[in-house]
């Protein structure tokens, strides 16, 4: 492996002119310290939040990964790779959770479906840690994030979900987060009056 993960998202991040908070960069370096450093087979790195028992067992679709051209072929044009800039991968689907820079407003942390879904996750980085290390195996819309990680597990997977009580352990000693039942509770809006999902309809108006 050539490079660190975290040099890796820097260094993608810098075509854009923009970092991320604190919060992240530390979660991303606790994480690549214990080896959730993995590559694609084009040699792509990205960093996965949860393991089992070993990265040949990996359970969660939830990582870092900064996906190329992901926003133009979202938006079906050039123009908005400056505002909405994918880091996350959280589905199965290939939905993903982007930093979303937008003139007069503060950052937001937005949801780009593969089906087209487009929302609001957080507004706060604390808010967005917690929904990513909760144990959420696959995050493709607004209803998996309504269900308990348990129950989300259950509907994909057999076996018993495996808890992720080491990484809640290090964000709620860390930072005195709280874990609340679902990642839906977190939500700062509802299906109406979301800034991103009107943002979304006015670009592909």
Partial sequence: MSTTFESHLRNSLTDFDIDLPHPLWALIS??????HRHETVGGMPWLSMFTSHGKSE???HVCFEPPPDLVRFWFSRDGLEKQVIPFVHCGGDGSHIALWRHPGAVDRYVFLGSE???FTVAERVEDLIVILTM?????EGRDDL????????EHQRDGDWPEPVDIMSWVSEHYGLL???TGGSLLPYDHDGDPFAAFVAAESG
């Avoid at 144990?135 to 995050?139: C, K, L, P, V």
């Avoid at 309504?146 to 597990?153: A, G, Q």
């Fill in 146 to 153: 309504m269900v308990t990680p348990e129950l989300n597990w």
């Fill in 58 to 60: 990996l359970w969660s």
């Fill in 116 to 118: 087209g879904e487009a």
């Fill in 135 to 139: 144990g959420y195996t696959s995050i």
């Fill in 30 to 35: 606790w994480l690549e310290e214990r080896g």
């Fill in 179 to 181: 874990y609340p039942a």
